[in-house]
């Protein structure tokens, strides 16, 4: 069986990550236009850089969770691929090897004119250049910019048997769009602590990631 997963903050809330939108998330304590749009690295590239930076640094001290190994597991008996919206590392150091980072990666930078991506553990400082001698950037999808590995995310999901939704609000786009590019026998399964409103018929499984994610995979393999 082919099993799309797509997963956004709530999977990775439980390793100590905060989600964007639940109480005390991310954007309520930054402003996304300061901090996630292509006006906002034009305007303080600093506030920027250290905002990704922080979120890079808390990275090294987090470790995956009972829901990211679940679904490396699920692996082992099925053909998955997990399209994640998050930025962290957290599936692939639990031992998923098929995903792709739809909103990029905290461990990557860019360069700002060509695009280039390199590995980037640490900190991106101004005057950090590529080695083309342009300023790098953090390798993130900022709001109002394109998502490039979207398509791929499509033709995954238009073959999918089964779609599964794990921990995301389903309010930022292209992403929440997935869910309508299943073919018509796809199944959708939705896991989430608040089970997100959609304009689909979904079976929904509510709870926290770590507990709902073993229990469905141990349902299914
Ligand atoms: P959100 O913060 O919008 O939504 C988090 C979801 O996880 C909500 O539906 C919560 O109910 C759920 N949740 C929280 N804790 C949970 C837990 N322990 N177990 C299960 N579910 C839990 O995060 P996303 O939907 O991922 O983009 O946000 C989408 C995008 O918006 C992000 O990728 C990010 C942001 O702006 C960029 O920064 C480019």
Known sequence: MKIVVLTGAGISAESGISTFRDSNGLWENHNIEEIATPWGWEMNPDLVLEF??????????????LAHYALAELEKHHDVVVITQNVDDLHERAGSTNIIHL????????????????????????G????????LRPHIVWFYEPVPLLDKAVDEVRNADHLVVIGTSLVVYPAASLLFFTPPDCKITIIDKSI??????????????????????????
């Open 52 to 65: 990704y930076n922080q979120r890079r640094r808390q990275l090294h001290e987090v470790t995956p969770n």
């Open 103 to 126: 909103h990029g990666e905290l461990l990557k930078a860019r360069d700002e004119v060509t695009d280039d991506v390199y590995d980037n553990p640490g900190d991106i400082n101004l």
């Open 196 to 221: 997100p409103e959609t304009a689909i018929k979904v079976d929904s499984l509510e709870g926290s990631a770590c507990e709902k994610v073993p229990q469905f995979v141990n349902s299914i393999i």
């Open 128 to 135: 950090d250049f590529s080695p083309n001698g342009h300023q």
